[in-house]
C-alpha cells in the first residue's frame, strides 16, 4: 500500500490564480480530511468527507472548494489564491469498523506558497 | 479559542530519561484522544490514542493518560531515546468523529545522547 499520497510536493503560486491539490489513497478508508499548517500552529481542519459524493466544512474553509467523487481521491481546490493561504497542507484518511473509530493516516504534505 | 492547548512550545530530556508531554482540552464533547509524532518536512505519525473510556493506554515505550475531570492528557515516553526528538501534537475529535480532529500546537522534544 502506498497509503496517502499527495501531489505536488511544492507549489509557488501567484495571487489570484487557481490550482487543484491532489490527494489519493489506497486503504479504501470512508473518511478523509485536509487540514493546514501554519508557523507554530497545530494542524487546522479546511474540509472534510465522510464517503463518495459527502463533504462538509471544517474550521477554515473559506477559499477552498473540495469533491469526492470516488472512495480514493479528495481534491482541494484553491479557487483564487491569496497571500494568506500560503501553508503546508496535508491530507489524511480513517476509517471505521463498526462503532470503533481508528487514527487518521496523513500524507506528507503540500507546502504552498503564494505571492 | 484553543480547544486543544499544549502550553510547553519544548522540551529537553537526556537520554533513558523521561519525557512528559502535556495536553489540556476545553471541549467536553471530545471523546478520543491522539498523539501524532511529526519530523520536519514530513506528514504526522500517529503514537497513540486513548477513548474516553479509559484512563491509561500503553504501547510499548509510550503511555497516555486521560484525567477527564480535569480535561488533561499526558504523554510518557520511557526510556526517552534521540530518534524521538520530534514535534508532538495532540489532538481530539468528539465521538465518531474521527475525521474531525482539532490540535494542538505542539511540543519540540529534543533528547539528547
Known amino acids: 500500500n502506498a497509503g496517502v499520497t499527495q501531489t505536488p510536493k511544492f507549489q509557488v503560486l501567484k495571487t489570484g490564480q487557481s490550482m487543484t491539490l491532489q490527494c489519493a489513497q489506497d486503504?479504501?478508508?470512508?473518511?478523509m480530511s485536509w487540514y493546514r499548517q501554519d508557523p507554530g500552529m497545530g494542524l487546522r481542519l479546511i474540509h472534510y468527507?465522510?464517503?463518495?459524493?459527502?463533504?462538509d466544512q471544517g474550521e477554515v474553509p473559506n477559499g477552498y472548494n473540495v469533491s469526492r467523487s470516488t472512495t480514493e481521491d479528495f481534491p482541494l481546490r484553491l479557487l483564487s489564491a491569496a497571500p494568506s493561504q500560503t501553508s503546508v497542507y496535508f491530507c489524511?484518511?480513517?476509517?471505521?469498523?463498526?462503532?470503533?473509530?481508528?487514527?487518521?493516516?496523513f500524507g506528507p504534505g503540500t507546502r504552498l506558497t503564494v505571492t | 479559542d484553543q480547544q486543544v492547548k499544549q502550553n510547553s512550545p519544548s522540551l529537553s530530556v537526556q537520554e533513558g530519561r523521561i519525557s512528559i508531554l502535556n495536553c489540556d482540552y476545553t471541549?467536553?464533547?471530545?471523546?478520543?484522544f491522539l498523539w501524532y509524532k511529526k519530523y520536519p518536512a514530513e506528514g504526522p505519525t500517529f503514537l497513540i490514542s486513548?477513548?474516553?473510556?479509559?484512563d491509561k493506554n500503553e504501547d510499548g515505550r509510550f503511555t497516555v493518560f486521560l484525567n477527564k475531570s480535569a480535561k488533561h492528557l499526558s504523554l510518557h515516553i520511557v526510556p526517552s531515546q534521540p530518534g524521538d526528538s520530534a514535534v508532538y501534537f495532540c489532538?481530539?475529535?468528539?465521538?465518531?468523529?474521527?475525521?474531525?480532529?482539532?490540535f494542538g500546537k505542539g511540543t519540540l522534544l529534543t533528547v539528547n545522547p
Open positions: 489524511a484518511s480513517s476509517y471505521s469498523v463498526g462503532a470503533k473509530y481508528y487514527e487518521q493516516y
Open positions: 486503504m479504501n478508508h470512508e473518511y
Open positions: 468527507s465522510v464517503g463518495a459524493g459527502i463533504t
Open positions: 471541549n467536553s464533547m471530545f471523546d478520543y
Open positions: 486513548i477513548s474516553s473510556i479509559k
Open positions: 489532538a481530539a475529535s468528539p465521538r465518531g468523529s474521527n475525521y474531525k480532529l482539532t
